[in-house]
């Protein structure tokens, strides 16, 4: 096979490998393939999401500001916690998408949606646990649907032990264990 035409294949499985129209150990296996087993050819740095982590942070930090210092909690900290978990969300999908990481943007959300959850029993219901308890066990099932459907075991398994936890303490509230 003549020398351009295998650049233009090389260059075709790096598309492929990028917008991940084929599984990355197939890509490679082409590139090693076609390229001869000249790894410089089929082997891509990914880069480093520092700039994001370093965003999710900020975002942490704020929130946890947000729910330490301030006092009006209708008009402020819930519609700031939407915000935020929206806006880790929007990060979370990005970064999937450039790097295929989804670990802290994820674990930050999940954060970040218990603050909500506890501000929005404190606002609402300070003295009926059941809701508190309610709310802690819907973010335990979303973190197990989350588990699942995107294969993630440390989200499944958080969400398991959490729920089990959850009703260790109902059923000591309750006078039930």
């Known amino acids: 096979m003549d020398e351009m035409r295998k650049k233009v294949i090389i260059k075709e499985i790096h598309y492929w490998k990028e917008t991940r129209i084929l599984p990355e150990q197939y890509c490679n296996y082409l590139l090693a393939l076609y390229s001869e087993g000249d790894e410089e050819e089929f082997v891509t740095v990914k880069r480093k999401p520092l700039l994001s982590y370093l965003f999710v942070t900020l975002i942490i ?61 404190e606002s609402f219901f300070p003295k009926q646990m059941i809701f508190l308890y309610v709310g802690l066990l819907c973010n335990c099932l979303i973190w197990i649907v989350i588990g699942k459907k995107l294969s993630l ?25």
């Open 61 to 121: 930090v704020s929130a946890l500001i947000v729910n330490y210092f301030t006092e009006n909690i209708l008009s402020m900290q819930i519609p700031l916690y939407l915000f935020l978990i929206g806006l880790l969300i929007v990060i979370t999908i990005f970064e999937y998408k450039k790097n295929g990481t989804l670990l802290i943007p994820l674990i930050a959300s999940a954060f970040v949606l218990v603050l909500l959850t506890v501000n929005t029993w």
């Open 153 to 177: 075991q440390y989200f499944l398994v958080a969400g398991i032990l959490g729920s089990i936890i959850v009703a260790y303490f109902v059923f000591v509230y309750y006078g039930l264990l």
